[in-house]
T-cell receptor, first 114, second 112 residues
Framework: DAEITQSPRHKITETGRQVTLACHQT?????MFWYRQDLGHGLRLIHY???????NKGEVSDGYSVSRSNTEDLPLTLESAASSQTSVYFC?????????????FGQGTRLTVV | AQSVTQLGSHVSVSEGALVLLRCNYS??????LFWYVQYPNQGLQLLLK??????LVKGINGFEAEFKKSETSFHLTKPSAHMSDAAEYFC??????????FGTGTRLQVFP
């Protein structure tokens, strides 16, 4: 069965370190998204991609970057981790527009920056 | 800018009671509206979505939602709560059929 997987599920890192969170989907979806989930804020969009070599900034993109070298993967990099980036991160993918199709979410990565 | 507001960060009901989770949207154009559910330690799963085809939308697990343009609302209901409904519920809006803008979520507790 097709799926979307995130790794690692949990990570603790130190302030200032570079961290990369992996997202891999086997749906062959063009669209991929990264969200962070924080209490009182719901899910906020960090970056998104509509296809290979395409990346776009979301509402909370500062301190994060993504790259899309193939259809299946959209890794999220924290260039220099900060305590404010302690959060639960969700990756999602969809095949085209959300009206016609459904966005599928990974199980999340809980990141703690100490 | 489009957004959604979920009234009540926590809702508690007894098993068998009506579930009502509130969502209001602000959008300058008719939006596409969604309800997602998140069970503990899991990702989000689509419950239902409104795409202007019908104002009353039925979803999975017995949930439904009604789009009311005059009230700019898209409240989620279920006639009879079950223990397995305990989860966090997110309302979301999309104007351009791509990105989702989420509300802050409502945690539903169901008591026996």
């Amino acid at each position: 069965d097709a799926e979307i997987t995130q790794s690692p599920r949990h990570k603790i890192t130190e302030t200032g370190r570079q961290v990369t969170l992996a997202c891999h989907q086997t749906w062959n979806h063009n669209n991929m998204f990264w969200y962070r989930q924080d209490l009182g804020h719901g899910l906020r969009l960090i970056h998104y991609s509509y296809g290979v070599q395409d990346t776009n900034k979301g509402e909370v993109s500062d301190g994060y970057s993504v790259s899309r070298s193939n259809t299946e993967d959209l890794p999220l990099t924290l260039e220099s981790a900060a305590s404010s980036q302690t959060s639960v991160y969700f990756c999602a993918s969809s095949d085209g527009g959300l009206v016609e199709t459904e966005a599928f979410f990974g199980q999340g990565t809980r990141l703690t920056v100490v | 800018a489009q957004s959604v507001t979920q009234l009540g960060s926590h809702v508690s009901v007894s098993e068998g009671a009506l579930v009502l989770l509130r969502c209001n949207y602000s959008s300058s154009v008719p939006p596409y509206l969604f309800w997602y559910v998140q069970y503990p330690n899991q990702g989000l799963q689509l419950l239902l979505k409104y795409t202007s085809a019908a104002t009353l939308v039925k979803g999975i697990n017995g949930f439904e939602a009604e789009f009311k343009k005059s009230e700019t609302s898209f409240h989620l209901t279920k006639p009879s709560a079950h223990m397995s409904d305990a989860a966090e519920y997110f309302c979301a809006v999309s104007k351009n059929t791509d990105k989702l803008i989420f509300g802050t979520g409502t945690r539903l507790q169901v008591f026996p």
